[in-house]
């Protein structure tokens, strides 16, 4: 039961959150083969001054196994980038050339959560 939660820079309106939650949910349904009772998508409201010591450090710089997506993007101001806090994130599997119901690659949509939309 994939349960996604997504941290972002608090702000985002109630109408752009419902429309993510759908996009998150319909690409769960489409690429894990989960139907749409099984998901849920929640959201965490992060305040700007807060990034780095709640999201940037433990989730990104903490989890390296967990990251598929690096950020494009370092509040640290380390020139090299979060690699020279850690190894390099997995590569996820390639899609294609075997049977798609054990595809175990990993979807996920990236911006700079430092740059308003």
Do not use: C
């Amino acid at each position: 039961m994939p349960h996604v939660i997504v941290k972002l820079y608090a702000g985002r309106s109630d109408k752009q959150k419902t429309k993510l939650a759908g996009e998150i949910t319909q690409a769960v349904m489409d690429v894990l083969k989960y139907g749409e009772e099984s998901v849920s998508v929640a959201f965490e409201d992060i305040e700007p001054k807060d990034w780095v010591a709640k999201v940037y450090k433990p989730d990104i710089l903490g989890k390296p196994e967990q990251i598929y997506k690096k950020p494009g993007y370092d509040p640290l101001g380390f020139s090299s980038g979060i690699a020279a806090h850690r190894p390099p994130a997995r590569t996820p599997p390639k899609i294609g050339g075997g049977s798609d119901t054990k595809d175990d690659s990993r979807r996920t949509a990236g911006t700079n959560p430092l740059v308003p939309v």
